[in-house]
């Protein structure tokens, strides 16, 4: 069974973005062959392009609320005994590049919809495994990515220990 998101992670048009490009003032990133665009208000070019050569490690952040990533539900969530982060910045991807070296952040746009914590979970280990294997490559891939989307988006994290080492398996099955 095919799956078309896995939280954030939504295939649009053939190809796979994180975030929503349909929302008013929205961002979202487009995962190519090349690498990661960002792409900002609907414009039809992206607004930066970074290739997968450049990536020395990639994290992405996600709420399962939209309402979570607004500036107001970042001062509830300081309020909160909650792990899950909040405020602006809580729908966001960051990495180091090198050549040259430095620290990159972009947020993106939360979809209407909510997110499940498993695919909130998932994701996270998702591109945390296809990152530690050097494979961030793997990520502009649809076929490759629609594979390991469809076999992750039907678990349901009860243990982080079983969902790390799903994520890992799949990850192994499918190759990097």
């Excluded at 500036?71 to 792990?83: D, F, K, N, Q």
């Amino acid at each position: 069974m095919m799956s078309d998101f896995l939280g954030p992670l939504e295939l649009i048009g053939g190809r796979w973005a994180i975030g929503d490009p349909k929302r008013k003032r929205r961002s979202h990133l487009v995962l190519t062959a090349e690498g990661m665009e960002h792409h900002k208000d609907g414009a039809a070019e992206p607004r930066a392009v970074i290739p997968w050569g450049r990536f020395m490690g990639l994290g992405v952040n996600a709420t399962t609320r939209a309402w979570m990533a607004t500036r107001a539900g970042g001062v509830l969530e300081l309020a909160s005994t909650s792990a899950q982060i909040g405020g602006r910045s809580a729908c966001s991807a960051s990495a180091t590049l090198r050549h040259p070296y430095e620290n990159w952040s972009v947020n993106y746009t939360h979809h209407e919809r909510a997110y499940t914590g498993s695919h909130v979970f998932l994701l996270d280990r998702l591109i945390g495994q296809v990152s530690d294997a050097k494979a961030l490559h793997r990520l502009g891939d649809p076929d490759w990515l629609g594979a390991a989307v469809a076999e992750l988006a039907p678990f349901r994290v009860r243990w982080a220990a079983t969902a790390v080492r799903r994520v890992r398996e799949v990850v192994e099955d499918l190759g990097t």
